[in-house]
Nanobody
Framework: QVQMVESGGGLVQAGGSLRLSCAAS????????MGWYRQAPGKQRELVAT?????NYADSVKGRFTVSRDNAKNTVYLQMNSLKPEDTAVYYC???????????????WGQGTQVTVSS
């Protein structure tokens, strides 16, 4: 009974910023990896950023995006600065969560939020 709810997408001009949030709720024993994927029309799904104890980024977003997490809120964030039109995509958060003790962890996904960057 784990649910991931994300928000923060929208329309922004090139050079602007957005902050995405994704909160996990329900039965949570532990959370390992949290992060973000994105998928643009006609393109493959791309891993944007992950965070365990520290962050990792795709080369295309390094220096512009920052991933962070608030363990008390079971929430992962993606701060996106200096946005470019090529960042336009649906962004999906994910988390590897063990919902109960003695049950293997599973990957859970948010519903997706649209980010559109105009030129």
């Amino acid at each position: 009974q784990v649910q991931m709810v994300e928000s923060g997408g929208g329309l922004v001009q090139a050079g602007g910023s957005l902050r995405l949030s994704c909160a996990a709720s329900g039965s949570i024993f532990s959370i390992n990896i949290m992060g973000w994927y994105r998928q643009a029309p006609g393109k493959q799904r791309e891993l944007v950023a992950t965070i365990t104890s520290g962050p990792n980024y795709a080369d295309s977003v390094k220096g512009r995006f920052t991933v962070s997490r608030d363990n008390a809120k079971n929430t992962v964030y993606l701060q996106m600065n200096s946005l470019k039109p090529e960042d336009t995509a649906v962004y999906y958060c994910y988390a590897v969560i063990q919902s109960q003790r003695s049950i293997p962890p599973l990957v859970y996904w948010g519903q997706g939020t649209q980010v559109t960057v105009s030129s």
